[in-house]
């Protein structure tokens, strides 16, 4: 059965038989992409539906709504991947016919955990399917060899044709299925490279088709270069029902999960892992890592943040030296850049620390991110202490909240939780904003914090030091 494909425009909709630089519409620069046209049969019924109601030729009955109390809420079944942070992140374990997106950048790891996962799967009983696009079968077969028996029991197809794929996953019915990954899958009709828009798109919707009618869970894994150059996965996220980011750095062993975007579950969850000699290790001592390793010296600070439900304890570390360069630099790693430079704005007006002739380093340490208001106070606090080279008093010294553009220390959510941890793991007296509760010691704003954390004269040696 043949299908005709056409071109259309991703800015403003035209269709054009024909590939156009520049689409003839709107007039803008690569923005045609190719795309399977429906079959006659089904482009005649799609249309009917369109321009729908009465007006339609056949009648078909007017359906009644009813209100959401009276519809019936069957609880979703999940399948364990038998990975603790995984099952977690997704919302307590993978929902049969739905898609998942994997995103990560190549060498992170996304091979080994949905290797791992499927293997677990296999183990309890489930049927799987591994569909390599991209290593050989005898590659994959390595990598499994360092993950250990389960992940060998899993069947594998090494292919990229897409309907030949299709009808491996028809004929094997798996449970769970991955495809690894969707760039390098190609269907024959469209004549775009695989992992161009329109193929990819295309690739996605089919298995979607299949998945959704099968009940199969599928995981697509998809690579997303750091300038995010390869538009591939990031067409997909309308359509998955999940969207999980495996971010870390290859040259550090700890790798995060992060749901983007969840249809059966909370995007807030994040798990932490890290990659061992036989494969990735769930991290469940996170904590107690991050503060025992924290140096306690000038510029260093201990976080309590949240990461999604869970409290989790970070040093962040800063360093600030006289600068040559003009425009001083300004670096950060695990944190939002924008609001170092807020934070610097607000140390300079209401703290009293000054940075404007000097770079600024801020690290979060074992390249884990923190993406939250809380953690405003810890960058602030690093940065002074770097800057007056003197460590904070009674470290480790924990902190949170978020800095208002007055120099007031907000209170962020969850307060019990982060003092619960850090009085956990030895961090008293934790500086925190009003209202986090005892066993804080609260702060109203900037200054007050500052008062608390740096020794007496602290200024002063500073002044002495320049
Ligand atoms: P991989 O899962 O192939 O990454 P991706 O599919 O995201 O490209 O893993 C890549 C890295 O992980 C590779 O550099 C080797 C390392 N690794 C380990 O350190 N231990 C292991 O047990 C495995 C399987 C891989
Ligand atoms: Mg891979």
Known sequence: MARETAFTCSDCGLQSAKWHGRCPGC???NTLVEERLPTPASGAKGRRGGSGGSHGRERRPTLAARPLREVGARPVERLSTGIGELDRVLG??????????????????????????????QGSGQRTLYVSGEESAEQVRLRAERLGAGALRVPIIAETDLDTVLDAIAAEAPAACVIDSVQTLNCGELSGAPGSVGQVREVASRIMELAKARGTAVILVGHVTKEGALAGPRVLEHLVDCVLQFEGERERPYRELRALKNRFGSTNEAGLFE????????????SARFVGEATRAPGSVVLAAMEGSRPLLVEVQALVAPSELEQP????????????????????????VGTGGADVFVNVVGGVRVDEPGCDLAVALAVASAARGVPLEGTPRACFGELGLTGELRWVGHPERRLEEAAKHGCDGVIAPVGSGSGAREAKTLREALALALPQGAGRLAQAAA
Do not use: C, F, Y
Not at 95 to 115: A, D, E, Q, R, Y
Not at 276 to 286: K, P, S
Not at 338 to 346: H, M, P
């Open 92 to 121: 307590g374990g993978l929902v049969p016919g739905s898609l998942v997106l994997l995103g990560g950048s190549p060498g992170i790891g996304k091979s080994t955990l949905t290797n791992m996962a499927l293997g677990h799967l």
């Open 27 to 29: 007039e803008a620069w």
């Open 275 to 286: 990659m061992r000699q036989g494969g990735l290790v769930e991290v469940l001592d996170a």
């Open 329 to 352: 630099r300004r670096v950060v790693s695990g944190l939002d850049r924008n609001r170092l430079a807020l934070v610097l704005a607000i140390l300079a007006r209401h703290g009293r």
